[in-house]
């Protein structure tokens, strides 16, 4: 059996008993802690984020505890903790404190001045990990956790050099070139700035310096993205809600994307095709230090769903589908066009009726089960360089209606997605990211318009 065959075709369960053990374990903490169940309620009120979602971790002090878990899935690891490999669950740790859960919040600055309360802050500043005691009394705590790729759960300590190293690198990720005289130079400029920061700050940093600067970059064409991080960063948890990020990249760059990728750290997890219905393939990988997804989406022909996509080299197509359309006219999401769209993680009906209020205007829903509800926002448009229109119509990727329509209107660039997972639930919805993905290529909305 060959690598590609050991994970392309990974399932994913939902994990009901798993889920029902976290939640009473979080109910009995909030429950001890009235402050902290009021900052969940305005949690879900002002951001419609559930608490849940955001939990880093658990410390527990009792025997039963332990019992409990054990049963419903977590197994003892070296480090110490318990996980629960099956889902999208936070660890568990064994001390002597009061019970404490631990919420990941993007920046423990904004936390404090969001919520105006005195933090005794452990961990430096611009380093990798820190966290601080919100809410507490003798029974229970409410702790906030700021990762920046760091594994564990000690405060580790880094020399003033290492430090400024990664405030130069997360500063080369924000102002990094994206437009070129050619792809292949764009990503060999990109390609060297991750090695730099990989050799100066190892995987795990340099990853998460990478998309806090991608998501900086993709809210400035994302308005609906732009908002929900104002919101999030006046509750003080910033994006730390984030699900997945998602790329397109052209067939002849695919290779050389994932490369960059899996050089931050991240893995091949399961993919998903339907080559035989839409041209579409996505190689999903996952970051395990910072349990980060990507969805990495690439045009395929039909006969293309046994290859590895992700590492062979994939020949030129006679027409281009979405993600090759997408590449061409935006350019790749790597480069100048940025990420496709950021999904968070939500109370999908919260949210839903929040972006009503403000405006915004939902797509229907691409996945609506118990354990995965996923649909995206209407999408933001930008304009299309129309000599790249004119190529793709001299080339017979679009029609010559399709092309007018594209130079008139432009094309969408980019979404935020609303995404509810229950009982842990940690993979995707194949056939309707098909039904999605037909509506979101350029040439089937410019039709519907047309109409």
């Known amino acids: ?39 969940a309620r305005r949690l879900l009120q002002d951001c419609a984020v559930r608490l849940r979602d955001i939990v880093d971790h658990f410390s527990i002090n009792d025997d039963q505890s332990i019992v409990r878990i054990e049963a419903a899935g ?16 936070p660890d568990f740790l064994c001390n002597d404190q009061p019970p404490t859960v631990w919420i990941r919040v993007e920046d423990i600055d904004t936390f404090r001045d969001a919520t ?62 994206r437009q070129f005289d050619s792809i ?22 340099a990853c998460d310096l990478w998309f ?6 993709w809210m400035r064409r994302c308005i609906a993205g732009r908002e929900q991080k104002l919101r999030q960063d006046k509750a003080g948890i910033g994006l730390s809600n984030i699900d997945h990020h998602t790329y397109d990249s052209s067939r ?25 219905l839409a041209g579409w393939g996505s190689q999903v990988l996952e970051q395990p230090a910072l349990r980060s997804t990507i969805f990495a989406d690439v045009d395929l022909a039909p006969e293309e769903l046994a290859v590895d996509f992700a590492h062979d080299e994939l020949p030129v197509l006679e027409k281009h589908r979405r993600a090759g359309v997408l590449s061409f006219i935006h350019g790749e999401s790597i480069l100048e066009a940025g990420l496709n769209h950021v999904a968070g993680l939500h109370d999908w009906r919260a949210f839903n009726q929040l972006q009503h209020s403000l405006g915004v205007t939902m797509m229907p829903p691409f996945s609506e089960f118990d354990h995965l509800y ?42 935020y997605e609303n995404i509810e997972r229950n009982d842990g639930f940690k993979g995707f919805n194949r056939l309707g990211i098909d039904q999605v993905l037909r509506k979101l290529d350029p040439r089937a909305y410019t039709a519907n318009h047309a109409q």
């Not at 977590?74 to 669950?89: C, P, V, Y």
């Not at 806090?212 to 970059?217: C, L």
């Not at 930008?382 to 209107?409: F, K, Y």
């Open 74 to 89: 977590w197994i003892s690891q070296a480090d110490g903790s318990w996980r629960n490999a099956n889902g999208l669950f």
């Open 1 to 39: 059996m060959n690598a590609h065959s050991t994970y392309k075709d990974r399932q994913w369960e939902p994990q009901p008993g798993s889920e029902h053990a976290l939640n009473e374990q979080l109910k009995d903490l909030l429950g001890r802690l009235p402050e902290a169940k009021g900052y």
């Open 212 to 217: 806090r600067a991608e998501r900086e970059y």
């Open 252 to 276: 002849a760059h695919y290779r050389q994307t994932i490369r960059i990728l899996e050089k931050l750290g991240y893995e091949l997890r399961e993919m998903l095709y339907a080559g035989e």
């Open 116 to 177: 105006s309360l005195e933090l005794e802050i452990e961990g430096q500043a611009h380093g990798t990990y820190r966290r601080a005691i919100a809410f507490a009394n003798s029974n229970a705590r409410l702790g906030v956790v700021e990762r920046s790729g760091h594994v564990g759960y000690d405060i580790p300590t880094h020399s003033d050099a290492k430090l400024q190293l990664g405030r130069r690198h997360l500063q080369a990720f924000r102002a990094r070139r």
């Open 184 to 205: 292949e130079q764009g990503l060999t400029h990109t390609e060297a700035l991750v090695d730099a920061a990989v050799a100066d700050l190892g995987q795990h940093w």
């Open 374 to 415: 996923q649909e995206l926002t209407e999408g933001d448009w930008g304009a299309v360089d129309p000599t790249r229109v004119d190529i793709l119509e001299s080339q017979g990727h679009i029609s010559p209606e399709e092309a007018a329509e594209i130079r008139n209107r432009g094309a969408i660039i980019t979404h």
